[in-house]
């Protein structure tokens, strides 16, 4: 959570950035990225270099002894707006295609552009960064996902972006460990992998180690926030989570640069994101480690209603299932990626849940008879809104194995309105908004909860939000997974008076009026 005070300031920047010409909000975060980007760069170079004196360890200098006026500390007080540009441009930038000696990065920036030409932009967007806060841990991650959160406010490429409260239920379902191996093949911002290093961070921290303070928000009203250092985590464990635990990929390599910023601003220092469209058989090509059998869990909510040309698809995933359609393909594609026993919480539109064609029953044969089908969660059609209406649903699934019983859950209620505003329904008592209610809590603990010995008796209730279906009914039905397939409605019988009373009291009214009508004409 960040104050009124720091979200004032990125309000600000972003008028700027589009009084400055620059109304993209893909482009303003990606470019307000870079700036954040060469402030960091230097942020850890000096506590390296403090480091250092400390301990008289050496380290990886990013900055050589004749790139020391491309620091944020030495190109941010530059006065002449002209000659500020032509550095940044000409020089920062530079650095940041050549640069590897921070992780990975160099590869994200490897085609990275000023796009900011007004100098006097340039002068207040460097101002502006300047004050934010970016050395708090906890704070740069939250000012990060208010920047995010403007693809949505902008309404423009907005489906880059689950919605968080769905997001934080994926995780929580899946309950990711701090020794497993993640993995996105469609990362966009990299939402699911900063919510697993969010619940990490969560679960893996003691009563001492939350910090607790009192902020201000936007209100002006006093509000509670929880800081979690994951103390608990030991050496190993945070060694794993900031190096080897994160995969994404994505074909967009401004996401692809947003999602690598967004991870390292949470926390994870070496994030593995790479700019390859995971259908592709370049995949297998490029990356035939990751590319099948290699993650614990994979998190992910593919393009929709794609329809890609069957020459680029990587003939193993036709193999499973014969079609050009992506939210197939993808399904197909992820139980390739996961290790045997791995698990995955991935979103698909309804269609995919009892489409007719040979492609739509072959991926729901796959999930049931190769593979554990744990879960159908169906989620409300708002969802998605202002962008899309289309209606929507989690499946929770293990590679491997073959199904017995599925878990269905029909939310009614995600906790906001399901019109084009989506607005919070929920409060605290403090009266601030709740982003993860209605529902959602009752999904996770039912899912936690959930117990398959009652799958073939009376406690089966299908009129209820949630129950069991065998692997034998859904198999009569052609694989179909549709929850209103299953759940049983309760019809309660209508009373109506008889007809003749009915006829009865209608004979009376109109006497009354013609009795009234009448009266009337006497008066005239």
């Not at 790139?67 to 530079?94: M, N, P, T, Y």
């Not at 074909?251 to 690598?260: G, H, V």
């Not at 004979?507 to 009026?513: A, G, K, P």
Request: with cysteine; net charge negative; charged share 25%.
């Amino acid at each position: 959570m960040i104050t009124g005070e720091l979200k004032n300031k990125i309000d600000k920047l972003w008028l700027e950035f589009w009084q400055g010409g620059i109304a993209n909000p893909l482009t303003v975060i990606e470019q307000i990225t870079f700036l954040m980007f060469a402030k960091l760069l230097d942020i850890n170079e000096s506590r390296d270099e403090k480091r250092a004196d400390r301990t008289s360890r050496g380290f990886t200098r990013r900055f050589k002894d004749n790139e020391q006026h491309l620091r944020w500390s030495q190109f941010s007080h530059i006065e002449d707006a002209e000659r500020l540009i032509k550095v940044v441009r000409d020089e920062v930038f530079l650095h940041f295609r050549t640069h590897t000696g921070d992780s990975r990065f160099g590869d994200y920036m490897k085609d990275a552009r000023l796009a900011i030409d007004k100098p006097s932009l340039l002068v207040k967007a460097i101002e502006m960064i300047d004050a934010l806060p970016l050395e708090a841990g906890d704070t740069k991650g939250d000012l990060y996902e208010y920047l995010l959160s403007k693809l949505t406010t902008a309404g423009i490429n907005g489906q880059f972006r689950t919605p968080r409260h769905i997001i934080k239920l994926m995780v929580r379902l899946l309950d990711p460990q701090p020794d497993e191996i993640i993995a996105d093949p469609a990362c966009g911002t990299a939402g699911f992998l900063v919510a697993v290093m969010e619940h990490l961070l969560e679960t893996y921290s003691s009563e001492q180690g939350v910090l607790v303070e009192s902020i201000t928000d936007d209100k002006g009203k006093a509000v509670v926030q929880k800081t979690y250092t994951g103390d608990l985590l030991d050496q190993t464990q945070w060694r794993h989570i900031k190096t080897q635990m994160f995969h994404g990929f994505d074909f967009d390599s401004t996401m692809l640069r947003i999602a690598a910023m967004n991870l390292y601003m949470h926390g994870v220092e070496d994030p593995d994101i790479h700019y390859q469209d995971s259908l592709a058989q370049s995949f297998a090509d490029k990356f035939p480690a990751l590319e099948q059998n290699a993650f614990n869990v994979i998190l992910a909510n593919p393009p929709f209603k794609g329809s890609l040309d069957e020459d680029t698809i990587n003939p193993p995933i036709l193999r499973l299932v014969k079609t050009k359609k992506t939210e197939l393909l993808f399904i197909a594609q992820i139980l390739r990626m996961l290790k045997i026993g791995g698990r995955s919480a991935t979103v698909v539109p309804q269609g995919v849940l009892f489409g007719s064609s040979k492609a739509h029953q072959t991926v729901r044969q796959l999930l049931i008879e190769n593979n554990q089908l744990e879960a159908v969660i169906n989620l409300p059609s708002g969802v998605f809104k202002p962008y899309a209406g289309v209606a929507t649903a989690i499946l929770i699934f293990v590679k491997g194995g073959a199904t017995d019983h599925v878990w269905f859950y029909d939310v009614q209620d995600d906790g906001f309105s399901l019109d084009d505003k989506r607005d919070p329904l929920y409060q605290d008592e403090q009266g601030n908004p709740l982003g993860f209610a209605g529902d959602l809590p009752k999904v996770l603990e039912a899912y936690q909860k959930r117990d398959k010995a009652i799958a073939d008796t009376a406690a089966n209730d299908k009129t209820q939000a949630c129950f069991w279906i065998s692997k034998a009914e859904i198999v009569a039905n052609k694989y179909d997974l549709s929850v209103n397939r299953y759940k049983e409605t309760v019809h309660q019988e209508e009373e109506y008076e008889d007809p003749k009373e009915i006829l009865q009291q209608w004979m009376s009214l109109v006497d009354e009026i013609q009795d009234e009508l009448k009266e009337l004409e006497g008066m005239l």
